[in-house]
């Protein structure tokens, strides 16, 4: 006889299956054949205001549906069945941090979603259920890979429908922090991923969006996921989204996959005169080092040199990383003259 359990473990399994369908998508996977390289954040951090105004969607493309500014941010509303507002960013990163400050939707079955993911499917989630307004979700999947069912973790949240605030995601090649208001709620190694072949190491692009997986259409499983259908008479449905800050630990203008094992020794970051192989022996990234640099770049957002400074300092452990010098040489000559060495 089937128990209750293994029959709500398997509904939950079909509902990340499809959530895994419905979020991850690629034009190009590099695991499979070659592709065009990924444009590269060519500079340190990025910080957009989402109150601002249009003009903060410059560095953003809209993907499905609308979104807008207002004086609460990035506005993503979903008024009626088939609604999926989506920005997503136009350039990949390639290790680094994102915080993202918003105010989930509210509703039953609404998921507000803060994503990153690259085109061999590697991806990162924080991933709110409207159903429960006390909790969050953090998942990450390798190379697409939704064999099993056990990634997914549920964090403590204080009215996230209702109250503003800062999801985080910390990532470097041997490990990944979510953090919840400058807090770290989960960690997962390198080692920990299958050996490191899921963990997710490859250049992505930052989506943030609102989907409806209680819609009355989706697979049985993926509504019991989202906590029942979504009754779209009760709507809107609403997420804001305050600012998203972005610290790049690689800058670079592109991102190349020289072969097809989805491995980030394999990712070659270029700009205009040069390139480098940013897993090589002699540029490689060292993830306790830059645990310290993205805590130390995150308080020190408003002044570049300062938090360069902080980065060189704790990374002196770490093998060079001749891409990120590049960069930083020409802009930060005068302060820091030449000791960006990590």
């Not at 910080?47 to 609308?66: P, Q």
């Not at 670079?252 to 097809?260: C, E, G, R, S």
Request: aromatic content about 10%; charged content about 15%.
């Amino acid at each position: 006889m089937v128990s209750n359990s293994f029959l709500k473990l398997t509904a939950v399994g079909l509902a990340t299956a499809q959530l895994g369908a419905a979020q991850t998508y690629t034009k190009c996977n590099p695991f499979k054949k070659t592709c065009a390289a990924d444009t590269g954040l060519n500079q340190w951090q990025l910080n957009t205001d989402f109150t601002s105004g249009s003009s903060a969607f410059s560095k953003w493309n809209t993907t499905s549906g609308s979104v807008e500014s207002t004086s609460l941010g990035a506005k993503f509303t979903i008024s009626e069945q088939g609604d999926a507002p989506t920005i997503e960013s136009d350039f990949y990163i390639f290790f680094g941090r994102v915080d993202v400050k918003m105010r989930a939707a509210n509703g039953t079955g609404i998921i507000s979603t803060a994503v990153m993911e690259s085109d061999d499917l590697d991806e990162i989630d924080w991933e709110q259920i409207s159903t429960y307004d006390s909790s969050i979700e953090t998942d990450y999947f390798g190379k697409g890979n939704t064999t099993s069912y056990d990634r997914a973790t549920t964090v403590d949240v204080s009215s996230p429908e209702e109250t503003f605030h800062t999801y985080s995601i910390d990532w470097t090649s041997s490990r990944i922090e979510w953090l919840l208001d400058g807090s770290v709620v989960r960690t997962l190694e390198y080692a920990n991923a299958v050996s490191g072949k899921n963990f997710p190491q490859t250049p992505m692009r930052i989506k943030i969006g609102i989907w409806a997986g209680g819609d009355p259409d989706n697979a049985e499983g993926t509504i019991e996921w989202a906590g029942g259908e979504t009754d779209y008479t009760n709507g809107p449905f609403t997420m804001y989204v305050d600012s998203v800050n972005i610290t790049n630990y690689n800058p670079a203008q592109a991102y190349k996959y020289t072969d097809k094992t989805g491995s980030y020794t394999s990712i070659k970051a270029s700009n205009s005169t040069s390139s480098t192989n940013l897993g090589s022996s002699s540029s490689s990234v060292a993830s306790s080092s830059m645990a310290s640099s993205s805590s130390s770049a995150s308080k020190t957002a408003s002044s570049g040199s300062a938090a360069s400074a902080s980065a060189s300092s704790t990374m002196s452990s770490a093998a060079s990383l001749s891409q990120f010098c590049f960069v930083f040489a020409a802009g930060m000559a005068a302060f820091a003259a030449g000791i960006f060495q990590l």
